[in-house]
């Protein structure tokens, strides 16, 4: 069958989107250029890999960023790692997100912060933008410089831009952890970055529980000598600030630095601008340095081009500040959309709490995770019934593929009349791959393209492209944000083999992909997670996708054993409420996956645990649990996780089944 034929359109753009759509507006404005003519979107993509210095200045131009100097050009060294953006230019990153802060926009809602703890935040472009200048002026005045790191545990709501935009502002390098993060886990992250300033929270607030951190902030701040001055933020209004002779409370240091407009400091095109990091669950994370225009630029196109976001438009992604989702929705300020964050449960007080918030603030864009998707389909929530979605043109889903059910729900009770954009990239590269456009159908069970600039492709393992069928997913030639280089590593090395050991020359992301017939993309995990029974490699994605489906399954997680020279796959099982893991259903999933998949799928044992693994950004732990049933004796970082405590008692029901390594 082919995959035109597995993978019906459930969306497709009518006129008005394909003319005035802001991807549709960049064709329309190359042609006037005398570039193209480009007959549809593919065409447009071939025509910006083929080009690629033309296609990013175009981007730079489109999207009105702006510089202090001009780049001498483009692309100054094309080789990975290595490659050279915009030599020559002096910009600043702030400067770009609060670019729209002045005149006609500066009344415009800039920022609207839900939390649990408390009462709804507004604030306009100008407030926004005199609180960064405001508390860059506090940094300053304690000694933060150029180069500094600033390092903030914090919750997803207005301070945290505020921070970002404050340390950008003066060329420092932002960096944040989650505040439900263990001491040991920021520790492993900000130990290696040393920072001078720390912006943090008292505590927070979720699921309808608080949580006081002011003793383990206090600890954790003992653990950083490198720091000169912290900032307490209140989330806990009935708590106290952080204890401490270099604390001061948030509203005092706005204070301090009241009346002061932000000095958009110029830095180089690769100055550092975020600090973003691994999951660390195989030891300390790597500490992945993001430069100011490529970075720029790509969320630029990203966010403009590909997610339709502009002045008019109001922006909602779930995500902490743990995550690199976070510096994605935080760029929505660079479009002049209202970004609308949320810090707590996507559960709290009910699994409709998102949805409603989307119907209440006119939500254009709403983002969350495949996960979140799935669960919203299993409790057969119906927004699109009771729910107002008049505003609602785009939904995002990232965080692991998205099943095929996921999109007929979306399609019938979700947001029927939305684009579904799943996207997927990475914290490596601080953006997509892959992902969504308004100039597309949207097929169930496939992401819609390969991003503009992007040359992706799928590679067989002798490093040339596969004719059809998955492979590893590949980028052949330089992208924006491509990470400058890894903290501490002098030579490259750690970076060099972290992307570019497997193809020399080329990135080599760690996903499992296969490119369809109409230049849609389908993910089938990653690559060091597939399975290789009897020899045939399977993506664990390919088993989620028969497994979730079933009602009586809450979660799951497979991974492979490796024994006697091949490779047997466990799948372990997370039961629905009030359910259990018995022969019956045993055989339904067995049936379930050799018709939907195929024999070689079938796991040779399935094991009933009460929790699955997860990093503290939201994925599947598959390789610690590979490493525990395949008795290696690496050591896992616990901290990494957000619930470690999974891992024991997936350790636990190894053992009882025999399925432990002597």
């Known amino acids: 069958m082919s995959n035109t034929e597995q993978s019906p359109v459930v969306w497709t753009p009518d006129q008005d989107t394909l003319t005035r759509s802001r991807m549709g507006q960049f064709k329309a404005w190359l042609e006037q250029q005398g570039l193209g003519p480009f007959d549809d979107y593919h065409a447009l993509h071939q025509w910006s890999i083929t080009e ?17 100097v001009q780049a001498q050009k483009v692309l100054g060294n094309r080789e990975m790692p290595g490659a050279e953006w915009f030599p020559g230019m002096k910009l600043n990153f702030a400067a770009n997100l609060l670019r729209l802060a002045d005149g006609d926009h500066a009344d415009k809602e800039a920022v609207v912060a839900y939390c649990e703890t408390r009462p709804v935040l507004r604030r306009t472009y100008a407030e926004l933008k005199a609180d960064a200048g405001a508390l860059e002026a506090f940094l300053r005045s304690k000694g933060i410089t150029r180069g500094d790191r600033v390092a903030g545990v914090v919750t997803n709501g207005y301070e945290a831009l505020v921070g970002m935009l404050a340390a950008t502002s003066l060329g420092a390098i932002w960096s944040s952890a989650s505040p439900d993060f263990g001491i040991g886990a920021i520790n492993d992250r900000f130990g290696q970055i040393e920072p001078s300033a720390l912006v943090v929270v008292n505590g927070y607030g979720y699921g309808g529980k608080v949580f006081a951190r002011q003793d383990d902030f206090a ?296 490119f369809t017939e109409h230049g849609g993309a389908i993910i089938y995990g990653r690559s060091d997670a597939t399975l290789n029974p009897g020899g045939v490699r399977i993506g664990t994605a390919e088993i989620y996708r028969q497994v979730e489906t079933v009602d009586a399954v809450k979660d799951s997680l497979v991974v492979g054993r490796q024994i006697d020279g091949d490779v047997e796959v466990v799948l372990f099982v997370v039961p629905a409420e009030g359910q259990n893991v018995t022969d019956d259903l045993v055989k339904t999933l067995k049936t379930r996956i050799r018709e939907g998949a195929s024999p070689r799928h079938v796991p040779k044992h399935i094991v009933e645990v009460p929790d699955i693994p997860y990093t503290r950004s939201g994925k599947k732990v598959e390789l610690a649990v590979a490493r525990l049933i395949n008795g290696s004796r690496k050591a896992d970082n616990r901290d990494a996780l957000g619930n470690p405590e999974a891992l024991d008692r997936i350790r636990e029901r190894l053992a009882q089944a025999g399925l432990l390594p002597d």
Not at 60 to 67: A, E, R
Request: net charge negative; with cysteine; aromatic share 10%.
């Open 52 to 68: 690629l210095d033309t296609f990013w200045q175009k981007v730079w131009d489109y999207c009105g960023l702006v510089c202090d």
């Open 219 to 514: 600890e954790l701040i003992a653990g950083l000598p490198s720091l000169k001055v912290v900032v307490s933020i209140a989330q806990l209004p009935d708590e106290a600030p952080i204890p401490g002779e270099l604390v001061t409370t948030w509203d005092d240091a706005l204070k301090a630095g009241e009346g002061q407009a932000p000095s958009f400091t110029p830095v180089d095109p690769d100055h550092p601008v975020y600090i973003l990091y691994s999951s660390g669950t195989t030891g300390k994370p790597k500490c992945i340095v993001h430069g100011t225009a490529g970075l720029l630029v790509n969320h630029a196109k990203e966010l403009m081009l590909h997610g339709d976001v502009g002045p008019e438009d109001r922006f909602l992604y779930f995500t902490t500040c743990g995550w690199m989702m976070w510096n994605w929705q935080a760029s929505a300020l660079m479009t002049g959309a209202a970004v609308i964050t949320v810090d707590g449960s996507p559960g709290y007080p009910s699994l409709n709490f998102l949805w409603e918030t989307v119907a209440k603030e006119r939500v254009t864009h709403y983002g969350t995770s495949a996960r979140f998707i799935a669960g919203c389909r299993k409790a057969e929530l119906q927004p699109a019934k009771t729910l107002d979605q008049s505003h609602l043109r785009v939904v995002f889903s990232t965080g692991s593929p998205l099943l095929p059910e996921d999109y007929d729900w979306i399609y019938t009770d979700g947001a029927p009349n939305v684009l579904l954009g799943s996207i997927a990239g990475g914290t490596d590269i601080c953006g997509c791959f892959v992902g969504s456009t308004p100039l597309l159908p949207v097929r169930r069970g496939e992401i819609q393209c390969r991003f503009l600039g992007v040359d992706a492709v799928a590679y067989g393992d002798d490093g040339q492209p596969v004719s059809e069928g998955r492979g590893e997913l590949v980028c052949r030639q330089p992208l924006p944000s491509m990470p400058v280089s890894f903290w501490q590593d002098p030579d490259g090395e750690r970076y060099k083999d972290a992307y570019f050991n497997t193809f020399p020359g080329v990135w080599a992301h760690g996903d499992f992909i296969e």
